[in-house]
């Protein structure tokens, strides 16, 4: 059962709708229902589906396959992976899948590899917490040189902001930029898919800096 945003909904990250309603528009291919469209963010999307619009949480939830790849510090804007991490904060386990292209993608290959990581993921289960961020070269398979298991990597987009004025010579200002590869450890998710690797990265919700905790205490603070 498909539950997706009506249009674009790209960087949105975990936003949710609590100010206006949510709409759900169904689709059907002849009289079998396929799916609903929603007038929302990817994570509203997993909220209304499991808790409104289907008859029982999914056993899987598959987010994807994206326009373009989710790498790097790009999850933290990736309203693919927030849609896969809504569902495993709800406790279903979930799989976000991207497409290292936005020129000529072919999604092919992609949808093949998440039906793959799918079957697994349903084999085997994932821990509490986690998910599974896949990333897809847009090759054929045959030319895809395997699949890595990868870490978050550090590479991001360089921004800009244009500045133009609109026919009433105010001005407005359009983000832009372009994506620098600077991870060069080939155990992270960038440097996998840039060579033409599946990468498969766990991911988790939890936002906490182990490492600092104890450096933290030492700051004594008092009140």
């Known amino acids: 059962m498909v ?31 396929i799916g609903y469209a929603v007038n929302g963010t990817p994570a ?5 589906g499991v808790s409104a619009l289907l008859e029982q949480p999914p056993d ?5 396959v994206n326009l373009g790849p989710n790498t790097a510090t790009n999850i933290i804007y990736s309203g693919t992976v927030s849609a896969a991490t809504e569902a495993r904060i709800l406790g279903i386990p979930s799989i976000a899948v991207s497409l290292g292209e936005f020129v000529e993608p072919d999604f092919r290959p992609a949808a093949a590899v998440a039906r793959r990581v799918a079957k697994l993921v349903l084999t085997h289960g994932l821990p509490p917490r986690v998910l599974l961020n ?3 070269p847009n090759l054929p398979l045959s030319k895809i040189k395997g699949v890595r298991y990868t870490r ?10 244009a500045r133009r004025e609109d026919p009433r010579h105010q001005p407005y200002f359009w983000l832009a930029g ?3 590869m600077t991870d060069e450890d080939e155990d992270t998710d960038a440097w996998a898919l840039a060579h033409d690797y599946v990468s498969i990265t766990p991911i988790t919700y939890d936002l906490t800096a182990y490492h600092f905790v104890d450096e933290l205490r030492g700051w004594r603070l008092t009140l």
């Not at 509203?44 to 209304?48: A, M």
């Not at 978050?152 to 902001?161: I, K, Y």
Request: aromatic share 8%; net charge negative.
């Open 3 to 33: 539950v997706a945003p009506d249009a674009e909904r790209s960087a949105v990250g975990h936003a949710i709708t609590t100010l206006t309603p949510l709409r759900a528009k169904e689709f059907r291919l002849g009289r079998d229902l």
């Open 44 to 48: 509203d999307c997993i909220k209304l």
């Open 60 to 64: 899987l939830v598959v987010s994807g």
């Open 134 to 136: 896949v990333n897809v």
């Open 152 to 161: 978050q990597g550090d590479s991001g987009f360089v921004e800009d902001f």
């Open 178 to 180: 372009t994506y620098q």
